[in-house]
Structure formats: C-alpha cells, structure tokens
C-alpha cells in the first residue's frame, strides 16, 4: 500500500473516472460503470474486465476499499469505498487537471493559442 499521495500522481483515466463515481458513495462494480459513463458524457466506457482489473488494482493501493453489503440481500456483491488516501488522490489529481485547463484558457485569452 501506498502512503504517499504523489506516487499516484497523475491518476489514469480508468482509476480517475472510478474514483469519481465513488466520490459521494459505496457502488457495486456495474454502478460505477453507469456512473462513469454519465460522468464522460459516454465518450469513456468501462467493460467488465477493465473495470474490475483497475478496481484491483486501486484496492491493492489502498486507494478504495471493499465493502460487503448484508443488507442488499446478496452477500457476494461487493461494493466499493474511497479510502481516506483514495480521497487525497482525487482531490489533488482534480486540482493538478483544473490548473492545467486555467493555463490552456490564460493561454487563448493572451492570444498564445496555435492554430490548428
């Protein structure tokens, strides 16, 4: 597990779009899928496998969590948590990519903007 936010820095764009599905509540893996497909405006789409490899791959990190839910009747879904380190992560990642448009803006307002 990894201790030090920066070593996670930049997310990709799979473990950025999970962890914002997960930014408000615990999700089941097809809930996150939903979730990430509304939050792209469908431009990004998460299959099964890739879900669940990089949901791996976050847990292993202690990123996010798995959480069993008792109360959803069925004892094998697992739902997912950020952790407190999953937290820190989005937030500076978001930050670093609002920093990142704001320059790309200055940029257009100064007339430094290249033509295509």
Do not use: F, W
């Amino acid at each position: 597990m990894i201790d030090d936010v920066s070593r996670l820095l930049p997310l990709s764009q799979a473990h950025l779009y999970i962890l914002l599905a997960l930014r408000s509540e615990d999700k089941h893996g097809y809930a996150i899928m939903q979730d990430v497909r509304e939050l792209s405006e469908g431009s990004y789409k998460l299959g099964p496998a890739t879900l669940y490899e990089n949901l791996a791959k976050l847990v292993d990190l202690g990123v996010i969590t798995e959480v069993l839910d008792s109360t959803a009747g069925d004892e094998r879904r697992r739902y997912y948590r950020l952790t407190a380190l999953g937290k820190r992560a989005l937030k500076e990642d978001v930050a670093r990519l609002g920093r990142l448009v704001g320059r790309l803006d200055l940029r257009r307002v100064k007339g430094r903007e290249n033509p295509a």
